[in-house]
């Protein structure tokens, strides 16, 4: 017979029918939390309690009560059969297996076909789901679990629909962001760029714009493995005073980032800005405008303070940018979003292909205003040759400012300037993105 000891039952597996996998599982860990140890506790107590030995942990951090046991992280490669053999789980309670009647079930019926035990803190021995009163009583625990679950869920869902109304974030800071509180533990008070991690998005953002056909989102990344720099994960675990876990940065992270509108400092829901009156996005961040955008859009959405848009635009005259902004006005595509969306039509005139031409386009007129201004010119005075001479400089996507060229020559804003009409094998790779 075992002793009631609880720290005189961990010993390696012996095939003896009672080695039982300590479970463990928390939906936050902080350091000042003593949940772990009084877990561990239990959990060695119940596995005395029942003469039984801990072979191992199943210790799930940071994983919700939601997660189906099979899918977490360390308990579901031992359901799966997949770290060796054991004879059973035991847990600290009932709501520790899963927050799902569902889960809950399966896991018990799981051991119970298997022949294995299932021990929880606070029940005498070990679950016999062939009993229909420790059938119900298990069944009435997991019901339990499941209530708590639905009540967390719609606090957490009614905090966050305060939180949003009063613009207020909520959830993890994006990267290149930090929260401020004044009072440790308690609301965030306000949102401030990070000082070392936007300053690397910058860095990256130069990079790209600077030489766009040679730097990638790829290589920028391979770079920043080779720096030693934080992969956003990590460096969200180390905001927090969490280890890191050595993730390294991956190009499609570093995409999302720039695609992000949290990026721009909105404040987020659901993967989108919060729209506030007007169907403006409402910023998390308080400041004045940035540029690179019109008067209209500055009144109605200004760009927040410490925003990381404004380092990466071009360095233009001002009114050099006016004509961007004019001319980006004056295209369909531009306007179709400021439209009333009574007044949209029905079919998506909007396509992926489409808005990546008019990225590229106004990408490029940035790029040939500021080739113009290095070289102490203007575009009023700016000649065909010029013109052709930057052209030939780049790659072919740049005789995408064919259009703003005619407009600028229509306007009487240049003289006559234009650009060869751009190749059919651009136009077939915008074709192509629209198909998939």
């Known amino acids: 017979m075992h002793g009631t000891d609880p720290h005189a039952s961990e010993r390696p597996y012996d095939g003896c029918g009672k080695c039982l996998l300590g479970v463990r599982r928390l939906s936050r ?19 005395a309690t029942a003469g039984a030995d801990i072979i191992g942990w199943a210790d799930d951090w940071e994983v919700s009560g939601a997660t189906d046991p099979v899918t977490r992280p360390k308990l579901g490669p031992w ?5 060796g053999p054991y004879d059973g789980l035991v847990a600290a309670a009932v709501d520790r297996l899963g927050r799902n009647v569902v889960d809950c ?3 018990g019926y799981k051991m119970r076909d298997e022949k294995r035990m299932l021990v929880t803190y606070g029940h005498d021995g070990a ?21 708590e679950l ?93 280890p890191a876990g050595g993730r390294p940065w991956s190009p499609q992270s570093l995409k999302n980032i720039f695609l992000s509108e949290a990026t721009l400092g909105y404040l987020m829901h659901r993967n989108g800005p919060v729209l506030g009156r007007g169907r403006s996005p409402r910023t998390a961040l308080r400041g004045a405008v940035g540029p690179g955008h019109t008067r209209g859009a500055q009144e109605r959405h200004p760009l927040p303070k410490g925003s990381l848009d404004p380092p990466i635009q071009p ?20 306007r179709l979003p400021a439209c009333p969306l009574a007044r949209l039509p029905a079919c998506p005139l909007v396509t992926h292909g ?16 500021e080739w113009l201004h290095d070289g102490g010119t203007t575009l009023a005075a700016c000649t065909q040759e010029q013109v052709d001479a930057w052209l030939t400089e780049g790659p072919t996507t740049r005789a995408t400012v064919r259009g703003f060229l005619l407009w600028t020559s229509r306007r009487g804003h240049s003289r006559l300037l234009t650009a060869l009409v751009i190749s059919t094998y651009f136009a077939a790779r915008i074709i192509s993105k629209d198909q998939r």
């Open 29 to 47: 860990v902080k350091l000042a939390t003593s949940s772990p140890e009084r877990r561990r506790g239990n959990v060695l107590t119940a596995a």
């Open 79 to 83: 359901l799966r059969d997949d770290r």
């Open 105 to 107: 079930l399966n896991t």
């Open 127 to 147: 679950w016999n789901l062939d009993d229909p009163a420790d059938e119900n009583c298990f069944t009435m625990e997991a019901w339990g679990a499941r209530m």
């Open 150 to 242: 639905c009540a967390i869920q719609r606090r957490n869902r009614d905090a966050t629909v305060k939180t949003r109304a009063v613009g207020r974030p909520k959830g993890k800071p994006s990267y290149g962001f930090q929260y401020v509180r004044k009072v440790m533990g308690g609301k965030t008070d306000q949102v401030e760029l990070h000082p070392h991690a936007s300053e690397i998005l910058r860095n990256v953002a130069r990079r790209i714009l600077a030489d766009p056909d040679n730097v990638t989102c790829g290589s920028e990344a391979a770079r920043l493995n080779r720096a030693g720099e934080l992969s956003p994960a990590d460096h969200l675990a180390v905001l927090y005073g969490k």
């Open 315 to 334: 360095q233009i005259p001002v009114d050099h940018g006016r004509l961007v902004r004019e001319s980006s006005a004056a295209c369909p595509l531009a």
């Open 354 to 369: 489409r808005a990546d031409t008019v990225r590229i386009e106004v990408r490029n007129v940035a790029r040939l205003l």
